[in-house]
């Protein structure tokens, strides 16, 4: 059973940096692509950050430059690094991965950005 767990979210004030992990098992997580979404209040759910099993990583327009996603594929771990935090980055952060055609989300992660 896949099972993915976040950690790491908080309250930042705007400029401020978090960085989030997400642990994974239940997979044979250096063969999986991995993803950071994120939802905030009132929005879908979007992608934020993707980094594929070898390693190359997308962005969503308004993270680049400020977020980094990282993988340990010997601890299965996926992480964010996120600076120069905004309020608009303020949401429910999730972890996936879709395996076989079906997708697996962790818990979240709340991150709140704010003075």
């Known amino acids: 059973q896949v099972h993915l767990v976040e950690s790491g979210g908080g309250l930042v004030q705007p400029g401020g940096s978090l960085r989030l992990s997400c642990a994974a098992s239940?997979?044979?997580?250096?063969?999986?692509?991995m993803d950071w979404n994120r939802q905030a209040p009132g929005k879908q759910r979007e992608l934020v950050a993707r980094?594929?099993?070898?390693?190359?990583?997308t962005y969503e327009d308004s993270v680049k430059g400020r977020f980094t996603i990282s993988r340990d594929n010997a601890r299965n771990k996926v992480y964010l690094q996120m600076n120069s935090l905004k309020p608009e980055d303020t949401a429910v952060y999730y972890c996936?991965?879709?395996?076989?055609?079906?997708?697996?989300w962790g818990q979240g992660t709340q991150v709140t950005v704010s003075l």
């Open positions: 996936s991965t879709d395996r076989g055609g079906s997708v697996y």
């Open positions: 239940g997979i044979t997580f250096k063969l999986y692509t």
């Open positions: 980094i594929s099993s070898r390693g190359t990583t």
